[in-house]
């Protein structure tokens, strides 16, 4: 059962797409954390000197982390996608093995391995609590269109 979602690009331009997203979301969040950390450190006259230091430094860091964390994700999602020809969670865990063990890769098999599996189980739960509530959504959904049936029509 292939249901392929057509409205989205072609993989090239979603990998890019999700990687500025992702480096997007890491740099500001990066900011944010880092502003505040920045200005918690600081003496009580050169707080927002220290924040906006702290900003400087470690919140691009931060967004570049993040960015390739998506960029390497997205990548393995098309080729998963193309390799199997399905659209499922599956996709998702088995780029999120391959993510995660790439990422882990310098510090050597054990650390690859690790870091694998870690991020699969962490995309096998983002995938079934988004499995469980779209059936939790649809369910309602389905008992008014039933209700709605039911009525007769004026």
């Known amino acids: 059962m ?3 979602d057509h409205s989205r690009d072609p ?8 990687f500025g997203g ?10 944010i954390w880092h502003g505040i950390k920045g200005a918690r450190n600081s003496p009580k006259g050169e707080r927002l000197v220290g924040s906006i230091s702290a900003i400087k430094a470690r919140a691009p860091v931060l967004g570049g982390n993040f960015g390739i964390w998506g960029g390497l994700f997205s990548t393995f999602d098309c080729a998963v996608k193309g390799y ?5 969670p599956w996709n998702a865990i088995l780029s999120g093995f391959m993510t995660g063990g790439t990422l882990a890769f310098r ?3 054990r650390a690859a391995i690790s870091g694998a599996i870690g991020c699969a189980v962490l995309l096998g739960v983002f995938e079934g609590v988004g499995v469980l509530m779209s059936r939790a959504m649809a369910q309602p959904v ?6 709605l049936a039911l009525q007769p029509h004026r």
């Open 2 to 4: 292939s249901h392929a």
């Open 11 to 18: 993989c090239p331009y979603v990998i890019l797409n999700d």
């Open 22 to 31: 992702a480096f997007s979301m890491g740099a500001i969040g990066g900011a």
């Open 84 to 88: 199997r020809q399905k659209e499922d």
């Open 107 to 109: 510090g050597g098999p």
């Open 142 to 147: 389905a008992q008014m269109q039933g209700e």
